[in-house]
Nanobody
Framework: QVQLVESGGGLVQAGGSLRLSCAASGRAFSDYTMGWFRQAPGKEREFVAAISWSGGSTVYADSVKGRFTISRDNAKNTVYLQMNSLKPEDTAVYYC????????????????WGQGTQVTVSS
């Protein structure tokens, strides 16, 4: 079992930045690929970014590429999402998730999810 707790959400103006954190506890953090997802009101949850167990590989949704950066610190059992140049369309609840590292970082099934943190970008 892995428990995930997100933090760092809030209200920011368009063009601003936020850094989300996701702290993990339970099984060995480095056993997991970590991902960030988001869900806007009335929309389905969508993939944002993922990072391999070592941090050596990352993948991003086209909508955030060049603006968001995912990283992890295995010593702190934490994954981060640095969000720059935020747009109103980035407004959503952001979730971190953990999936088995053995399956890579693309198209994997995530087994564990956090409760989410709200990000609101005003225009």
């Amino acid at each position: 079992q892995v428990q995930l707790v997100e933090s760092g959400g809030g209200l920011v103006q368009a063009g601003g930045s936020l850094r989300l954190s996701c702290a993990a506890s339970g099984r060995a953090f480095s056993d997991y690929t970590m991902g960030w997802f988001r869900q806007a009101p009335g929309k389905e949850r969508e993939f944002v970014a993922a990072i391999s167990w070592s941090g050596g590989s990352t993948v991003y949704a086209d909508s955030v590429k060049g603006r968001f950066t995912i990283s992890r610190d295995n010593a702190k059992n934490t994954v981060y999402l640095q969000m720059n140049s935020l747009k109103p369309e980035d407004t959503a609840v952001y979730y971190c998730a953990a999936g088995p590292a053995a399956y890579g970082i693309v198209g994997i099934k995530y087994n564990y999810w956090g409760q989410g943190t709200q990000v609101t970008v005003s225009s």
